[in-house]
């Protein structure tokens, strides 16, 4: 496709749960970003690969998150044992370098019940 | 701490007004600032993106201005339509290694009724 698209767009799940969050960048971008939004918020940094390493996860809250990008394209964000303070929107964005404009994908809205 | 805070929190005004949305950044050293207009729903979208030796930068009836001296900048938004309804977020990046990190403000809701 044209832009950045995620699945699920919505995913409720309990406490406790396993989800995983899929995000297809922008085809050729090799910068991909996963952001963090909670309501009223904007989004905050959460990790960033360069091709299929993670260059920096310094904004990952803790060892319950973890991402990967194993081909250098489709990156999948991996929350364990969720908690309810989990819930916000979790937006992906690409771009074609790591200066250059990030196109961001529509997000995908988590709710821990 | 590097931080951007955006006033005001949210506005309404009436269709075929003119707005302004403002921005004040502690981000250092600075690289560039950008404008995003994010819809209900929907992923953020660049307006606008400027330098350091920009001062202006237009995007149809988007005009983003920049003064890096005090750190500041404005979105001003000419003959509002009722599609200009939306969050604008002000984002700040950082110069050198880490020039992909961006530091967003909260964001201004723009409501425009008819």
Redesign the interface.
Known sequence: GAG?SQTPSNKVTEKGKYVELRCDPISGHT?L?WYRQSL??????LI?FQGTGA??DSGLPNDRFFAVRPEGSVSTLKIQRTERGDSAVY?C?S?SG??E???????TRLLVL | KNQ?EQSPQSLIILEGKNCTLQCNYTVSPF?NL?WYKQDT??????LT?MTFSENTKSNGRYTATLDADTKQSSLHITASQLSDSASY?C?V?VSGG?????T????TLLTVNP
């Open positions: 950045v910068a970003y009223g918020q904007g989004p905050e940094f960033y260059a920096d937006l964005a771009s790591g200066r404009t990030q196109y961001f994908g529509p997000g | 951007v690289s950008r729903g929907r992923g953020p979208v660049s993106i977020i984002v990046s880490s020039n992909y990190k961006l967003f403000g909260k964001g």
